[in-house]
């Protein structure tokens, strides 16, 4: 079955760029929206984007200035960039596969990110 | 923006009751776009419900959803021990601030 891992720094300092990859095993990237979500500690879940396997990108309006989603298919991946980052960035990263852009049917074990000096 | 907004923050039940979780959506939607999810402590959410009312691959029957336009519930018919967990709905891009099931 398809099975996704995050992987990246576990700690980056404020004002630099949070990236992390995520690696698709058991499947490939055709077909699906794939998608970035966080969690602050103790809290919510927050969307952050996703891209479509054609390349098609969508931001959440609140990140958009700061965030890149890329992928690479012949490595099954795709890729989170997020631009000066601070505290409120801490949180720990989910990657997910989405059905049709809708709901978020695999997702990742997350990867916890924390900015700090 | 939509906002879900769901009810009760934190639900204290027994096992083998009966548990009804709401989400509300600060505007009409369309239930296509609308699921629910469980997560538990150190895990990542894990689909339960999509299309407001479709159980996911694996999802035992005990786990229901329904409604439409602004006000969607989860229904979970009877609690087993491994349901205590925080449930999430989710429209699109947008999710709820979750709701806690607890052991009352």
């Known amino acids: 079955q398809v099975q996704l891992q995050e992987s990246g720094p576990g700690l980056v300092k404020p004002s630099e760029t949070l990236s992390l990859t995520c690696t698709v095993s058991?499947?490939?990237?055709?077909?699906?929206?794939w998608s970035w979500i966080r969690q602050p500690p103790g809290k919510g879940l927050e969307w952050i984007g996703y891209i479509y396997y054609s390349g098609t990108t969508d931001y959440n309006p609140s990140l958009k200035s700061r965030v890149t989603i890329s992928k690479d298919t012949s490595n099954n991946q795709f890729s989170l960039r997020l631009t000066s980052v601070t505290a409120a960035d801490t949180a720990l990263y989910y990657c997910?596969?989405?059905?049709?852009?809708?709901?978020?049917?695999?997702w990742g074990k997350g990867t916890t990110v924390t900015v700090s000096s | 923006e939509i906002v879900l907004t769901q009810s009760p923050g934190t639900l204290s039940l027994s096992p083998g009751e009966r548990a009804t979780l709401s989400c509300r959506a600060s505007?009409?939607?369309?239930?296509?776009?609308l699921a629910w999810y469980q997560q538990k402590p150190g895990q990542a959410p894990r689909l339960l419900i999509y299309g407001a009312l479709d159980r996911a691959t694996g999802i035992p029957d005990r786990f229901s959803g329904s409604g439409f336009g602004t006000d969607f519930t989860l229904t979970i018919s009877r609690l087993e021990p491994e349901d205590f967990a925080v449930y999430f709905c989710q429209h699109y891009k947008t999710f709820g601030q979750g709701t806690m099931v607890e052991v009352k």
């Open positions: 505007q009409s939607v369309s239930s296509t776009y």
């Open positions: 997910a596969r989405t059905y049709n852009a809708r709901h978020m049917d695999v």
């Open positions: 058991g499947g490939s990237l055709i077909s699906y929206y």
